[in-house]
Nanobody, 121 residues
Framework: QVQLVESGGGLVQAGGSLRLSCAASGNIFSINAMGWYRQAPGRQRELVAARRSGGITNYADSVKGRFTISRDYVKNTVYLQMNSLKPEDTAVYYC???????????????WGQGTQVTVSS
Protein backbone atom coordinates (compact mmCIF):
# COMPACT_ATOMS: atom_id res chain seq x y z
CA GLN A 1 0.00 0.00 0.00
CA VAL A 2 1.27 3.44 -0.94
CA GLN A 3 0.66 6.51 1.17
CA LEU A 4 1.21 10.16 0.39
CA VAL A 5 1.44 12.36 3.47
CA GLU A 6 1.25 16.11 3.02
CA SER A 7 2.18 18.93 5.36
CA GLY A 8 2.73 22.66 5.34
CA GLY A 9 -0.62 24.21 4.55
CA GLY A 10 -2.11 27.04 6.55
CA LEU A 11 -3.26 30.63 6.63
CA VAL A 12 -1.06 33.40 5.24
CA GLN A 13 -1.51 37.01 4.20
CA ALA A 14 -1.30 38.03 0.58
CA GLY A 15 2.33 38.40 -0.46
CA GLY A 16 3.46 35.78 2.01
CA SER A 17 5.02 32.37 1.50
CA LEU A 18 4.30 28.76 2.37
CA ARG A 19 6.12 25.53 1.70
CA LEU A 20 4.23 22.29 1.15
CA SER A 21 5.81 18.87 1.55
CA CYS A 22 4.60 15.45 0.48
CA ALA A 23 6.32 12.17 1.31
CA ALA A 24 5.49 8.92 -0.46
CA SER A 25 5.93 5.68 1.44
CA GLY A 26 5.02 2.00 1.16
CA ASN A 27 5.52 -0.45 -1.67
CA ILE A 28 7.27 1.71 -4.27
CA PHE A 29 9.40 0.34 -7.09
CA SER A 30 9.77 3.57 -9.02
CA ILE A 31 8.20 7.02 -9.20
CA ASN A 32 7.66 8.53 -12.63
CA ALA A 33 6.34 11.89 -11.50
CA MET A 34 5.24 13.79 -8.43
CA GLY A 35 3.28 16.97 -8.34
CA TRP A 36 0.67 19.22 -6.82
CA TYR A 37 -2.91 19.91 -7.80
CA ARG A 38 -5.39 22.25 -6.18
CA GLN A 39 -9.13 22.58 -5.95
CA ALA A 40 -10.96 25.72 -4.92
CA PRO A 41 -14.64 25.65 -3.90
CA GLY A 42 -16.87 25.27 -6.93
CA ARG A 43 -13.97 24.69 -9.27
CA GLN A 44 -12.36 21.65 -10.86
CA ARG A 45 -9.10 20.24 -9.60
CA GLU A 46 -6.23 21.73 -11.58
CA LEU A 47 -2.54 21.05 -12.00
CA VAL A 48 -0.30 23.47 -10.11
CA ALA A 49 3.11 21.95 -10.77
CA ALA A 50 4.64 18.58 -11.57
CA ARG A 51 8.15 17.26 -11.80
CA ARG A 52 9.02 14.11 -13.71
CA SER A 53 12.08 11.94 -13.39
CA GLY A 54 14.63 13.44 -15.73
CA GLY A 55 13.85 16.94 -14.52
CA ILE A 56 10.93 17.85 -16.76
CA THR A 57 8.81 20.38 -14.89
CA ASN A 58 5.39 21.82 -15.64
CA TYR A 59 3.69 24.78 -14.01
CA ALA A 60 0.27 26.29 -14.34
CA ASP A 61 0.53 29.70 -16.00
CA SER A 62 -1.03 31.31 -12.95
CA VAL A 63 1.85 30.26 -10.68
CA LYS A 64 4.85 30.62 -12.97
CA GLY A 65 7.51 32.79 -11.40
CA ARG A 66 5.95 32.48 -7.94
CA PHE A 67 5.92 28.74 -7.16
CA THR A 68 8.82 26.30 -7.35
CA ILE A 69 8.53 22.53 -7.27
CA SER A 70 11.41 20.32 -6.21
CA ARG A 71 11.92 16.64 -5.47
CA ASP A 72 14.12 14.65 -3.15
CA TYR A 73 14.53 11.38 -5.07
CA VAL A 74 16.10 9.59 -2.10
CA LYS A 75 13.31 10.48 0.31
CA ASN A 76 10.52 10.14 -2.30
CA THR A 77 9.41 13.62 -1.31
CA VAL A 78 8.12 16.54 -3.32
CA TYR A 79 8.04 20.15 -2.18
CA LEU A 80 6.17 23.20 -3.36
CA GLN A 81 7.62 26.56 -2.40
CA MET A 82 4.91 29.16 -2.82
CA ASN A 83 5.92 32.82 -2.80
CA SER A 84 3.99 36.03 -3.44
CA LEU A 85 0.77 34.26 -2.58
CA LYS A 86 -2.50 35.75 -3.75
CA PRO A 87 -6.06 35.27 -2.44
CA GLU A 88 -6.85 33.38 -5.64
CA ASP A 89 -4.31 30.73 -4.60
CA THR A 90 -6.69 29.73 -1.80
CA ALA A 91 -7.59 26.07 -2.29
CA VAL A 92 -7.07 22.55 -1.03
CA TYR A 93 -3.73 21.39 -2.38
CA TYR A 94 -3.34 17.71 -3.23
CA CYS A 95 -0.13 15.79 -3.70
CA UNK A 96 -0.04 13.39 -6.64
CA UNK A 97 2.37 10.61 -7.52
CA UNK A 98 2.55 8.47 -10.62
CA UNK A 99 4.40 5.30 -9.72
CA UNK A 100 4.85 1.54 -9.92
CA UNK A 101 4.60 -0.63 -6.82
CA UNK A 102 6.39 -3.51 -8.54
CA UNK A 103 8.53 -3.62 -11.66
CA UNK A 104 5.82 -5.49 -13.56
CA UNK A 105 2.98 -3.16 -12.52
CA UNK A 106 1.55 -0.45 -14.68
CA UNK A 107 1.87 3.15 -13.64
CA UNK A 108 -0.83 4.21 -11.19
CA UNK A 109 -1.91 7.55 -9.77
CA UNK A 110 -1.96 8.10 -6.03
CA TRP A 111 -3.31 11.09 -4.11
CA GLY A 112 -2.68 12.63 -0.75
CA GLN A 113 -5.46 13.65 1.60
CA GLY A 114 -5.15 17.34 0.78
CA THR A 115 -3.95 20.34 2.75
CA GLN A 116 -5.75 23.66 3.00
CA VAL A 117 -4.01 26.82 1.88
CA THR A 118 -5.82 30.06 2.67
CA VAL A 119 -4.49 33.43 1.55
CA SER A 120 -6.12 36.47 3.11
CA SER A 121 -6.23 39.84 1.41
Amino acid sequence: QVQLVESGGGLVQAGGSLRLSCAASGNIFSINAMGWYRQAPGRQRELVAARRSGGITNYADSVKGRFTISRDYVKNTVYLQMNSLKPEDTAVYYCNAELRERSWNSLRQYWGQGTQVTVSS
